[in-house]
């Protein structure tokens, strides 16, 4: 499930041309160029806790999230595999896989008006999760949890300029597609809404060996209309700060992310965690 998003991302943040893209389901991290036809990112982050669109999700244990991601010559669609798994692998039933496939294009670049639109499919599924028992113990469905989601949302990258960088809004629409069991009178798909700020700033390098470094800001105000059966409502917001280096072609990214909520049956509590990342690219 995911963007930073993978958009989560890890989804990602393109810094050239002030481009914001929510492809990855976690990090706002900036891959690295290359210069061949297709190019390929690794990416490997430690994650205090897995929240992803206001859920807490693996019951709020740290995971390891691990992905690669492919460009096809165009750079506008790519293919991603991601995962999220369990440090503590006595909990497996928590392992998440996720398939995508994602697009990105920019249009009138040279307007203040510019923009980015960003959409990806994601198939997802939980390859070890536990049977469905009712009150007596007696299983009654043992099909692995899976569903989809599709995302849509356009970021307005030379609107807002700011202290030799720009603000960036964007907003984000997710649909989740899920019948939980595989019952087709238990459909619990829905709408995630997300409004989003982003904000990043290039610093100066500390050590030499850096080709990079940047600090960056993001905050966001989301809706769920019911997805999962929560109640629809204002559902999350959070706020997220974030640095990054860069040498020979990686990346080394840590946030510190706070979520504060407002209905109890998305998630009861606020939460705070951190992430650190690094990426790779092939």
């Known amino acids: 499930m995911k963007h930073l998003l993978i958009f989560s991302t890890a989804l990602f943040l393109s810094f050239e041309g002030y481009s914001a893209?929510?492809?990855?389901?976690?990090?706002?991290?900036?891959?690295?160029?290359?210069?061949?036809?297709?190019?390929?990112?690794?990416?490997?982050?430690?994650?205090?806790?897995?929240?992803?669109?206001g859920f807490k999700l693996g019951g709020g244990a740290p995971v390891m999230e691990l992905s690669l991601k492919i460009d096809t010559p165009s750079k506008r669609f790519s293919f991603m595999y991601w995962s999220a798994l369990p440090i503590n692998r006595d909990k497996k039933e928590n392992d998440e896989h996720d398939l995508f496939v994602l697009y990105h294009q920019n249009f009138l670049n040279n307007s203040r008006y510019a923009f980015e639109f960003h959409s990806?499919?994601?198939?997802?599924?939980?390859?070890?999760?536990?049977?469905?028992?009712?009150?007596?113990?007696?299983?009654?469905?043992?099909?692995?949890?899976?569903?989809?989601?599709?995302?849509?949302?356009?970021?307005?990258?030379?609107?807002?300029?700011?202290?030799e960088s720009v603000l960036i809004p964007s907003y984000n629409i997710y649909y989740w597609i899920y019948w939980a069991q595989d019952r087709r009178d238990l459909y619990q798909g829905g709408t995630h809404h997300e409004f989003l700020l982003k904000y990043t700033h290039w610093i100066p390098r500390i050590f030499s060996f850096f080709s990079e470094a940047y600090a960056g800001t993001s905050a966001s105000l989301n809706y769920n209309d019911g997805a999962f059966g929560v109640r629809p409502g204002l559902s999350h917001s959070t706020a997220s700060l974030l640095a990054e280096v860069k040498t020979s072609g990686a990346s080394l990214v840590a946030s510190v992310n706070q979520q504060w909520s407002y209905e109890p049956t998305v998630n009861p509590t606020n939460d705070f965690w951190t992430e650190i990342s690094l990426l790779k690219e092939f």
């Open 21 to 53: 893209t929510e492809n990855s389901k976690k990090s706002l991290a900036i891959p690295p160029t290359s210069n061949s036809s297709y190019s390929s990112t690794a990416n490997v982050t430690y994650a205090s806790e897995y929240m992803m669109d």
């Open 120 to 163: 990806f499919y994601d198939y997802w599924f939980y390859p070890n999760s536990l049977p469905y028992k009712d009150n007596f113990g007696d299983t009654i469905s043992d099909v692995h949890r899976h569903g989809s989601k599709v995302h849509a949302g356009i970021s307005m990258f030379n609107l807002l300029p700011l202290s």
